[in-house]
């Protein structure tokens, strides 16, 4: 299998409430919720990059189509990383998440590679890690 992921799909509670965090929050582009008119079919999808999406979808729905039990959301099951150009860009990004109502739940700090980095949670409790990695590049 050739490794490349084009969807990312969050589990949300509430998907208008998730919409409105990544997009009114984050600044996040969308063309709002989708498929409302199928059951278990509202999605919203958010263009990330060239060729990734992340799609936010109601857990129930997830959970429907998957044939997956309910469970309760486990935030440390991955995490989602975010690779920005300076430890003052990782910074403006995490106050940004935290005004838009993100749990803050590690303040950026310095790390032990020579980075710089914090994690918050969504209003899902989704983890993020807003990193600056003076290895890697910027995309």
Same mark, same amino acid.
């Given at each position: 299998?050739?490794? @490349?992921?084009?969807?990312?799909? =969050?589990?949300?509670?509430? =998907?208008?409430?998730?919409? *409105?965090?990544?997009?009114?929050?984050?600044?996040?582009?969308?063309?709002?919720?989708?498929? #409302? *008119?199928?059951?278990?079919?509202?999605?919203?999808?958010?263009?990330?990059?060239?060729?990734?999406?992340?799609?936010?979808?109601? #857990?129930?729905?997830?959970?429907?189509?998957?044939?997956?039990?309910?469970?309760?959301?486990?935030?440390?099951?991955?995490?989602?990383?975010?690779?920005?150009?300076?430890?003052? *860009?990782?910074?403006?990004?995490?106050?940004?998440?935290?005004?838009?109502?993100?749990?803050?739940?590690?303040?950026?700090?310095?790390?032990? @590679?020579?980075? @710089?980095?914090?994690?918050?949670?969504?209003?899902?409790?989704?983890?993020?890690?807003?990193?600056?990695?003076?290895?890697?590049?910027?995309?």
């Amino acid at each position: 299998m050739h490794a @490349y992921l084009s969807v990312l799909t =969050l589990a949300v509670h509430d =998907l208008q409430a998730a919409l *409105e965090f990544y997009c009114q929050g984050l600044g996040f582009k969308s063309e709002e919720i989708i498929g #409302q *008119e199928f059951e278990n079919g509202a999605v919203a999808f958010i263009e990330l990059q060239s060729g990734l999406k992340l799609a936010l979808w109601p #857990q129930q729905s997830l959970s429907q189509d998957s044939g997956l039990a309910l469970t309760p959301f486990c935030p440390t099951g991955f995490s989602l990383g975010h690779n920005v150009g300076s430890a003052t *860009e990782v910074d403006a990004i995490m106050a940004l998440a935290k005004k838009a109502g993100a749990t803050i739940t590690k303040t950026a700090q310095a790390t032990f @590679y020579g980075g @710089y980095a914090g994690y918050f949670q969504d209003p899902d409790g989704h983890l993020w890690e807003i990193v600056w990695n003076p290895c890697w590049k910027q995309s």
